[in-house]
T-cell receptor, first 116, second 113 residues
Framework: GAVVSQHPSRVICKSGTSVKIECRSLDFQATTMFWYRQFPKKSLMLMATSNEGSKATYEQGVEKDKFLINHASLTLSTLTVTSAHPEDSSFYIC????????????FGQGTRLTVV | GDSVTQMEGPVTLSEEAFLTINCTYTATGYPSLFWYVQYPGEGLQLLLKATKADDKGSNKGFEATYRKETTSFHLEKGSVQVSDSAVYFCAPIPNNAGNMLTFGGGTRLMVKP
């Protein structure tokens, strides 16, 4: 199957700093990628839909100025957590769907963010 | 909008027990149905899928049948192993690649030796 690579897998940062998470589709093009957040023992919550070449669409309650999303190419989307705080500590997962027609969604391996 | 109701966990079973995790959904149109698995500390992996009514998806001993009449996609395995301990997510996925996925709440399975 297609591969989505997410980097880094783990990151620890200090409060007030920013962290960038990359999501790459390695062998297919994805005009749309999705960013999810997972709280401990909870399901995935969609944060935003990332569209190549345009602004991301954020879900209600997600601060777009805090979670900056850039989808600069058909194979790369980035999520930047700005001015991180301990409550931003979570597991972030991206997914992409092949625009060629397959319905399956491919997921990155996730990024565990810890803000200290 | 689309929604998924998934059996709440945790589900604790002994090795070789029979597993059923229920999943029902509401969706506009005719989605494909997926089960994803998340092992501890990892991201999601596709477990199995079914793209049309009465299709049965299967993988690693797990099975699920697309039941359009009951809008269900229950996951089953005849004999679970300790290595099956993970969180399982049910997800109907629209056929439009731009549409987001809707996940069930996830069911944590714990298999004891």
């Amino acid at each position: 199957g297609a591969v989505v690579s997410q980097h880094p897998s783990r990151v620890i940062c200090k409060s007030g700093t920013s962290v960038k998470i990359e999501c790459r589709s390695l062998d297919f093009q994805a005009t749309t990628m999705f960013w999810y957040r997972q709280f401990p023992k909870k399901s995935l919550m969609l944060m935003a839909t990332s569209n190549e070449g345009s602004k991301a669409t954020y879900e209600q309650g997600v601060e777009k100025d805090k979670f900056l999303i850039n989808h600069a190419s058909l194979t790369l989307s980035t999520l930047t957590v700005t001015s991180a705080h301990p409550e931003d500590s979570s597991f972030y997962i991206c997914s992409a769907r092949w625009t060629g027609g397959e319905t399956e969604a491919f997921f990155g391996q996730g990024t565990r963010l810890t803000v200290v | 909008g689309d929604s998924v109701t998934q059996m709440e966990g945790p589900v604790t079973l002994s090795e070789e027990a029979f597993l059923t995790i229920n999943c029902t959904y509401t969706a506009t149109g005719y989605p494909s149905l997926f089960w994803y698995v998340q092992y501890p500390g990892e991201g999601l992996q596709l477990l199995l899928k079914a793209t049309k009514a009465d299709d049965k998806g299967s993988n690693k001993g797990f099975e699920a049948t697309y039941r359009k009449e009951t809008t269900s996609f229950h996951l089953e395995k005849g004999s679970v192993q300790v290595s099956d301990s993970a969180v399982y997510f049910c997800a109907p996925i629209p056929n439009n690649a731009g549409n987001m996925l809707t996940f069930g709440g996830g069911t944590r399975l714990m298999v004891k030796p």
